[in-house]
T-cell receptor, first 113, second 116 residues
């Protein structure tokens, strides 16, 4: 079965420190991987995606993610966190021939000043 | 473009009443998705339309839920009769799709439904 896991419900970091939000997946075949962010009382916003090519993907607001096929992971990273990065982050996966985007349960990122 | 538009933004109704949620996708997008978000179950796909045709409705909870897309610029999600357990935030999203799900989806602001 196709699935995506975000093992941490919450990640806490201090402003200025690097942040990582973890995501692992399980799909048949080659995956399409996405990160979305949701601010309070708002819809999800697209951050970045991996379809093919370079394993390091850069996205909005200074975020990046690295596709690791051997570890079936797609962790979200940022070199220096901002308080304004505090939000709910979703990893999502689809695959060739798939008809749905499968979302993880989300990780709440809290950046303290 | 105004993005995905949903209405109403908030809906409070009593158990047993009919509820209709509305969505206008981004112009030019040919795929439309309805999701439901709750604390307990997270984000769930309810139904997916491609070129106005329902492709996957396996996430629709039960017969009380129905969705239509009469044209490329409008979709509705109806719950009849509504129950308290339907209380959730309902999102509509759209994308430009050639079949595979490799294009990002654009989400509307959501409708917060409360069924008393």
């Amino acid at each position: 079965a196709q699935s995506v896991a975000q093992p941490e419900d919450q990640v806490n970091v201090a402003e200025g420190n690097p942040l990582t939000v973890k995501c692992t997946y399980s799909v048949s075949g080659n995956p399409y991987l996405f990160w979305y962010v949701q601010y309070p009382n708002r819809g999800l916003q697209f951050l970045l995606k991996y379809i093919t090519g370079d394993n390091l993907v850069k996205g909005s607001y200074g975020f990046e993610a690295e596709f690791n096929k051997s570890q079936t992971s797609f962790h979200l990273k940022k070199p220096s966190a901002l308080v304004s990065d505090s939000a709910l982050y979703f990893c999502a996966v689809s695959f060739v021939g798939g008809t749905a985007l499968i979302f993880g349960k989300g990780t709440t990122l809290s950046v303290s000043s | 473009d105004a993005g995905v538009i949903q209405s109403p933004r908030h809906e409070v109704t009593e158990m047993g009443q009919e509820v209709t949620l509305r969505c206008k996708p981004i112009s030019g997008h040919n795929s439309l998705f309805w999701y439901r978000q709750t604390m307990m179950r997270g984000l769930e796909l309810l139904i997916y339309f491609n070129n106005n045709v329902p492709i996957d409705d396996s996430g629709m909870p039960e017969d009380r839920f129905s969705a239509k897309m009469p044209n490329a610029s409008f979709s509705t999600l109806k719950i009849q009769p509504s129950e308290p357990r339907d209380s959730a935030v309902y999102f509509c999203a759209s994308s430009l799709s050639a079949g595979d799900m490799y294009n990002e989806q654009f989400f509307g602001p959501g409708t917060r439904l409360t069924v008393l």
